[in-house]
């Protein structure tokens, strides 16, 4: 098995497991967009390996794979930038709820008295 076809199979099992994953509701559809997007780009870079090379040479990047750590870094941050807004607006939801339900309880307090 040549290095090409098994970047092609791994590339495309990938894919499949994240449309499985989005299927099942494992994974919600603000996280799949990214992951799709890479699973698409690991299939398309890994079935036509001269195109990273093209890439590489029009930013003016001297190896390919120099240019392949860059866009996972980016495919990473971008990750980590969705999770921590996740985790604001989560975080802001508790307090807010939490807010309302000390106010009833105040009020049930102040009712009983």
Do not use: C, H
Not at 5 to 34: D, G, H, N, Q
Not at 41 to 56: E, K, M, T
Not at 75 to 87: D, T
Not at 89 to 112: I, S, V, W
Request: aromatic fraction near 8%.
């Amino acid at each position: 098995m040549t290095p090409q076809i098994l970047a092609i199979a791994m590339a495309i099992v990938l894919l499949v497991v994240v449309i499985l994953l989005l299927r099942s509701y494992v994974l919600p559809e603000k996280y799949a967009v990214v992951w799709l997007g890479a699973a698409a780009a690991a299939i398309v870079l890994s079935a036509w390996p001269g195109l990273l090379d093209a890439i590489a040479r029009f930013f003016g990047i001297a190896s390919s794979i120099n240019l392949l750590f860059v866009g996972a870094f980016f495919v990473v941050f971008l990750l980590l930038m969705q999770i921590s807004l996740e985790l604001a607006r989560t975080r802001d939801e508790l307090r807010k709820a939490l807010q309302k339900l000390a106010l009833e309880l105040e009020k049930k307090k102040d009712a009983d008295d």
